[in-house]
T-cell receptor, first 113, second 112 residues
Framework: EAQVTQNPRYLITVTGKKLTVTCSQN?????MSWYRQDPGLGLRQIYY???????DKGDVPEGYKVSRKEKRNFPLILESPSPNQTSLYFC????????????FGPGTRLTVL | SQKIEQNSEALNIQEGKTATLTCNYT??????LQWYRQDPGRGPVFLLL???NEKEKRKERLKVTFDTTLKQSLFHITASQPADSATYLC???????????WGAGTKLIIKP
Protein backbone atom coordinates (compact mmCIF):
# COMPACT_ATOMS: atom_id res chain seq x y z
CA GLU A 1 0.00 0.00 0.00
CA ALA A 2 1.36 3.42 -1.01
CA GLN A 3 1.71 5.49 2.11
CA VAL A 4 3.58 8.02 4.20
CA THR A 5 4.28 6.93 7.75
CA GLN A 6 5.25 9.04 10.73
CA ASN A 7 6.41 8.10 14.19
CA PRO A 8 5.56 8.71 16.91
CA ARG A 9 1.91 9.66 16.46
CA TYR A 10 1.75 11.34 19.85
CA LEU A 11 4.55 12.75 21.96
CA ILE A 12 4.66 14.70 25.20
CA THR A 13 8.06 16.03 26.13
CA VAL A 14 9.73 18.74 28.16
CA THR A 15 11.51 21.90 27.13
CA GLY A 16 15.03 21.31 25.88
CA LYS A 17 14.90 17.55 25.42
CA LYS A 18 16.00 16.71 21.88
CA LEU A 19 13.57 14.69 19.82
CA THR A 20 13.22 13.28 16.33
CA VAL A 21 10.04 12.63 14.39
CA THR A 22 10.55 10.11 11.61
CA CYS A 23 8.88 10.18 8.22
CA SER A 24 9.07 7.52 5.54
CA GLN A 25 7.37 7.09 2.16
CA ASN A 26 7.27 4.01 -0.07
CA UNK A 27 6.29 5.71 -3.34
CA UNK A 28 9.79 6.67 -4.53
CA UNK A 29 8.81 10.33 -4.40
CA UNK A 30 11.52 12.93 -4.89
CA UNK A 31 9.85 15.70 -2.96
CA MET A 32 9.21 15.60 0.78
CA SER A 33 8.07 18.28 3.15
CA TRP A 34 7.30 18.97 6.79
CA TYR A 35 4.37 21.11 7.91
CA ARG A 36 2.98 22.24 11.19
CA GLN A 37 -0.72 22.92 11.63
CA ASP A 38 -2.07 25.24 14.29
CA PRO A 39 -5.70 26.26 14.79
CA GLY A 40 -6.73 29.08 12.47
CA LEU A 41 -3.33 29.25 10.78
CA GLY A 42 -3.52 26.44 8.28
CA LEU A 43 -0.55 24.41 7.18
CA ARG A 44 2.82 26.13 7.39
CA GLN A 45 5.83 24.62 5.75
CA ILE A 46 8.86 24.04 7.96
CA TYR A 47 11.39 22.46 5.60
CA TYR A 48 11.28 20.71 2.28
CA UNK A 49 13.55 18.50 0.23
CA UNK A 50 13.68 18.23 -3.55
CA UNK A 51 15.75 15.04 -3.46
CA UNK A 52 18.48 13.21 -1.54
CA UNK A 53 20.91 15.60 0.17
CA UNK A 54 18.88 18.62 -1.01
CA UNK A 55 16.94 20.47 1.68
CA ASP A 56 15.68 24.01 2.04
CA LYS A 57 13.85 26.20 4.51
CA GLY A 58 10.13 26.72 4.32
CA ASP A 59 8.16 29.48 6.00
CA VAL A 60 8.82 28.59 9.66
CA PRO A 61 12.18 26.78 9.92
CA GLU A 62 13.43 28.27 13.21
CA GLY A 63 14.04 25.64 15.88
CA TYR A 64 13.95 22.70 13.46
CA LYS A 65 16.45 20.64 11.48
CA VAL A 66 16.00 18.02 8.79
CA SER A 67 18.13 15.61 6.81
CA ARG A 68 17.61 13.61 3.63
CA LYS A 69 20.22 10.87 3.49
CA GLU A 70 17.90 8.39 1.76
CA LYS A 71 15.11 9.04 -0.69
CA ARG A 72 12.42 7.42 1.43
CA ASN A 73 13.22 9.06 4.79
CA PHE A 74 12.96 12.67 5.93
CA PRO A 75 13.28 13.01 9.72
CA LEU A 76 12.41 16.20 11.58
CA ILE A 77 14.69 17.08 14.47
CA LEU A 78 13.96 19.45 17.32
CA GLU A 79 17.29 20.04 19.04
CA SER A 80 15.85 22.00 21.98
CA PRO A 81 12.05 21.97 21.88
CA SER A 82 10.12 24.86 23.35
CA PRO A 83 6.41 25.19 24.25
CA ASN A 84 5.72 27.26 21.10
CA GLN A 85 6.57 24.15 19.08
CA THR A 86 3.53 22.39 20.50
CA SER A 87 1.59 21.60 17.35
CA LEU A 88 0.31 18.98 14.93
CA TYR A 89 3.04 18.01 12.48
CA PHE A 90 2.58 16.47 9.05
CA CYS A 91 5.05 14.97 6.64
CA UNK A 92 4.12 14.94 2.95
CA UNK A 93 5.61 13.66 -0.28
CA UNK A 94 4.96 14.16 -3.96
CA UNK A 95 6.38 13.04 -7.26
CA UNK A 96 8.16 15.17 -9.83
CA UNK A 97 6.21 13.26 -12.46
CA UNK A 98 2.78 14.32 -11.27
CA UNK A 99 0.97 17.59 -10.66
CA UNK A 100 2.43 18.03 -7.20
CA UNK A 101 -0.51 16.48 -5.40
CA UNK A 102 0.79 15.82 -1.94
CA UNK A 103 0.45 12.60 0.02
CA PHE A 104 0.34 13.22 3.75
CA GLY A 105 1.28 11.13 6.72
CA PRO A 106 -1.15 10.58 9.61
CA GLY A 107 0.34 13.38 11.70
CA THR A 108 2.31 13.67 14.94
CA ARG A 109 0.75 15.55 17.81
CA LEU A 110 3.56 17.08 19.85
CA THR A 111 3.19 18.71 23.23
CA VAL A 112 6.17 20.49 24.78
CA LEU A 113 5.77 21.28 28.46
CA SER B 1 3.07 38.14 -0.67
CA GLN B 2 0.40 35.76 -1.85
CA LYS B 3 -2.44 35.22 0.60
CA ILE B 4 -5.34 32.81 0.58
CA GLU B 5 -8.70 33.30 2.22
CA GLN B 6 -11.15 30.57 3.03
CA ASN B 7 -14.27 31.15 5.06
CA SER B 8 -13.25 30.50 8.66
CA GLU B 9 -16.84 29.97 9.76
CA ALA B 10 -18.26 26.49 9.52
CA LEU B 11 -20.67 25.87 6.67
CA ASN B 12 -23.83 24.00 7.61
CA ILE B 13 -25.69 22.33 4.75
CA GLN B 14 -28.73 20.08 4.67
CA GLU B 15 -28.14 16.58 3.35
CA GLY B 16 -28.89 16.31 -0.35
CA LYS B 17 -28.16 19.97 -1.09
CA THR B 18 -25.12 21.34 -2.89
CA ALA B 19 -22.32 22.63 -0.68
CA THR B 20 -20.18 25.43 -2.11
CA LEU B 21 -16.87 26.46 -0.57
CA THR B 22 -14.83 29.48 -1.56
CA CYS B 23 -11.11 30.04 -1.92
CA ASN B 24 -9.93 33.58 -2.68
CA TYR B 25 -6.36 34.63 -3.31
CA THR B 26 -4.53 37.90 -3.69
CA UNK B 27 -1.90 38.96 -6.18
CA UNK B 28 -1.01 36.84 -9.16
CA UNK B 29 -2.73 33.67 -10.27
CA UNK B 30 -1.22 30.29 -9.44
CA UNK B 31 -0.29 27.70 -12.03
CA UNK B 32 -2.49 25.18 -10.24
CA LEU B 33 -5.02 25.22 -7.47
CA GLN B 34 -5.61 22.11 -5.39
CA TRP B 35 -8.36 21.05 -3.01
CA TYR B 36 -7.89 18.65 -0.11
CA ARG B 37 -10.12 17.08 2.47
CA GLN B 38 -9.02 16.78 6.09
CA ASP B 39 -10.77 14.79 8.79
CA PRO B 40 -10.11 15.60 12.48
CA GLY B 41 -6.65 14.51 13.61
CA ARG B 42 -5.71 13.11 10.19
CA GLY B 43 -3.60 14.24 7.27
CA PRO B 44 -5.13 16.08 4.31
CA VAL B 45 -6.18 13.96 1.35
CA PHE B 46 -5.90 15.25 -2.21
CA LEU B 47 -9.21 15.63 -4.06
CA LEU B 48 -8.89 17.72 -7.20
CA LEU B 49 -6.49 19.92 -9.09
CA UNK B 50 -7.39 22.64 -11.57
CA UNK B 51 -4.97 24.49 -13.83
CA UNK B 52 -5.03 28.21 -14.56
CA ASN B 53 -6.20 27.61 -18.12
CA GLU B 54 -9.10 25.39 -17.00
CA LYS B 55 -12.45 26.85 -16.04
CA GLU B 56 -13.95 23.77 -14.45
CA LYS B 57 -13.02 20.27 -13.31
CA ARG B 58 -15.30 17.45 -12.19
CA LYS B 59 -14.87 14.22 -10.30
CA GLU B 60 -17.97 12.27 -9.36
CA ARG B 61 -20.00 14.59 -7.07
CA LEU B 62 -17.21 17.15 -6.86
CA LYS B 63 -16.77 20.19 -9.08
CA VAL B 64 -14.11 22.88 -8.93
CA THR B 65 -14.10 26.16 -10.81
CA PHE B 66 -11.27 28.62 -11.25
CA ASP B 67 -11.83 32.27 -12.12
CA THR B 68 -8.54 34.12 -12.55
CA THR B 69 -10.37 37.42 -13.05
CA LEU B 70 -12.10 37.18 -9.68
CA LYS B 71 -9.03 35.42 -8.19
CA GLN B 72 -11.31 32.78 -6.83
CA SER B 73 -11.95 29.06 -6.85
CA LEU B 74 -15.24 27.47 -5.90
CA PHE B 75 -15.53 23.90 -4.67
CA HIS B 76 -18.92 22.24 -5.01
CA ILE B 77 -20.21 18.98 -3.55
CA THR B 78 -23.53 17.98 -5.07
CA ALA B 79 -26.04 15.67 -3.37
CA SER B 80 -24.13 16.17 -0.12
CA GLN B 81 -24.02 13.43 2.51
CA PRO B 82 -23.16 13.46 6.22
CA ALA B 83 -19.98 11.55 5.29
CA ASP B 84 -18.84 14.65 3.38
CA SER B 85 -18.50 16.50 6.69
CA ALA B 86 -14.85 17.51 7.04
CA THR B 87 -12.54 20.48 6.68
CA TYR B 88 -11.68 21.38 3.11
CA LEU B 89 -8.40 23.06 2.30
CA CYS B 90 -7.36 24.87 -0.84
CA UNK B 91 -3.73 25.23 -1.82
CA UNK B 92 -2.05 27.32 -4.48
CA UNK B 93 0.80 25.95 -6.51
CA UNK B 94 2.83 28.81 -7.92
CA UNK B 95 4.77 26.27 -10.00
CA UNK B 96 7.88 26.94 -8.00
CA UNK B 97 9.90 24.22 -6.32
CA UNK B 98 6.88 22.06 -5.49
CA UNK B 99 5.81 24.43 -2.72
CA UNK B 100 2.17 25.07 -1.96
CA UNK B 101 0.54 28.01 -0.22
CA TRP B 102 -2.29 26.78 2.00
CA GLY B 103 -5.58 28.22 3.12
CA ALA B 104 -6.69 27.66 6.70
CA GLY B 105 -9.64 25.56 5.56
CA THR B 106 -13.41 25.66 5.86
CA LYS B 107 -15.27 23.20 8.06
CA LEU B 108 -18.25 21.69 6.30
CA ILE B 109 -21.07 20.10 8.30
CA ILE B 110 -23.74 18.13 6.45
CA LYS B 111 -26.83 17.65 8.55
CA PRO B 112 -29.07 14.61 8.02
Amino acid sequence: EAQVTQNPRYLITVTGKKLTVTCSQNMNHEYMSWYRQDPGLGLRQIYYSMNVEVTDKGDVPEGYKVSRKEKRNFPLILESPSPNQTSLYFCASSSSLGDNEQFFGPGTRLTVL
Amino acid sequence: SQKIEQNSEALNIQEGKTATLTCNYTNYSPAYLQWYRQDPGRGPVFLLLIRENEKEKRKERLKVTFDTTLKQSLFHITASQPADSATYLCALDMDSNYQLIWGAGTKLIIKP
